[in-house]
C-alpha cells in the first residue's frame, strides 16, 4: 500500500508564492518518480512538474520559470515551490508517485490564486 499526504494549499494573491508539500510512505523505492499534477474545475487533470530519482525535473510550459519541484529522497517527500502565482494556476493540486508500474495519488490541496 502507497500512501500520499500533501499540504500547503490555500488561497494567495496574483504574483504570490506558495509551497507545497508531500510525503510519501508504503510500498514505495527511492528510485521512484514523483510529481505534481492540478485539475481545474471543469478540466482534466494535468501535468505540473514531475522530478526523477537522480533530480531530472520536466515542467508544464505554463509553469517554467515561475515554479520549481524538488525532493528529498531519504525523507521521500517531495515540494513544489510556487512563485508569481497567477489565477490560471487555481485548482486542486495532486502529489504522484510512479512505482512498479502503478501510479498512486494523495488526496489533493487546494491551491486559489486570487486577481
Known amino acids: 500500500q502507497v500512501r500520499l499526504v500533501e499540504s500547503g494549499g490555500g488561497l494567495v494573491q496574483a504574483g504570490g508564492s506558495l509551497r507545497l508539500s508531500c510525503a510519501a510512505s508504503?510500498?514505495?523505492?527511492?528510485?521512484?518518480?514523483m510529481g505534481w499534477y492540478r485539475q481545474a474545475p471543469g478540466k482534466q487533470r494535468e501535468l505540473v512538474a514531475v522530478?526523477?530519482?537522480?533530480?531530472?525535473?520536466n515542467y508544464a510550459d505554463s509553469v517554467k520559470g515561475r515554479f520549481t519541484i524538488s525532493r528529498e529522497n531519504a525523507k521521500n517527500t517531495a515540494s513544489l515551490q510556487m512563485n508569481s502565482l497567477k489565477p490560471e494556476d487555481t485548482g486542486v493540486y495532486y502529489c504522484?508517485?510512479?512505482?512498479?508500474?502503478?501510479?498512486?495519488w494523495g488526496q489533493g490541496t487546494q491551491v486559489t490564486v486570487s486577481s
Open positions: 504522484e508517485i510512479y512505482t512498479l508500474g502503478f501510479q498512486y
Open positions: 508504503g510500498r514505495i523505492f527511492s528510485g521512484d518518480t
Open positions: 522530478i526523477s530519482s537522480s533530480g531530472t525535473t
